[in-house]
């Protein structure tokens, strides 16, 4: 007897959320590295889709962007830009492919979301891609 496990055609994308936070900073930077936040995103395939929104910075998004760290709690290198307004509230969004190492990254909470801004330009908020917690 041969049984197959078969998802149903309407399961769900994976689906991953995350905080922002304020990054880690120094004496000289704290006042400038501050916010709040909350991004989601969904992996189809190998293209995840992240939305989110922004609150409160000290000044200016400039740039966001989805970066790889060891695991979670540890800064990496980019591997795709996200779309931000240059505004101190606003929404984050973007797609991009996504390797198969990158893919076992993200399953391993080892991606996230950094926000840099005009006067912290080596990152303002961050927050990293968790699936949610089962019960």
């Known amino acids: 007897m041969l049984v197959l496990g078969l998802a149903p055609t309407w399961a769900a994308a994976p689906s991953f959320q995350g905080q922002l936070d304020p990054c880690p900073s120094t004496p000289a930077t704290r ?15 190998d ?3 992240v939305t989110g929104n922004f609150t409160d910075l000290s000044s200016q998004a400039t740039t966001a962007h989805v970066r ?3 695991a979670m709690g540890v800064p990496g290198p ?5 779309t931000v307004p240059h ?3 606003g929404a984050i ?8 190492e990158q893919v076992t990254a993200l399953r391993r909470n080892s991606l996230y979301v950094q926000i840099e801004s ?7 908020l961050w927050g990293w891609l ?6």
């Open 31 to 45: 006042g400038n590295v501050v916010g709040t936040g909350t991004v989601s995103a969904s992996l189809d395939g």
């Open 47 to 49: 293209t995840l889709t």
């Open 68 to 70: 790889m760290g060891l």
């Open 78 to 82: 980019v591997i795709g830009d996200l």
């Open 87 to 89: 505004e101190v509230a």
């Open 93 to 100: 969004s973007g797609k991009l492919s996504l390797s198969p």
């Open 118 to 124: 005009v006067k912290a330009p080596d990152g303002t």
């Open 130 to 135: 968790e699936a949610p917690h089962q019960p």
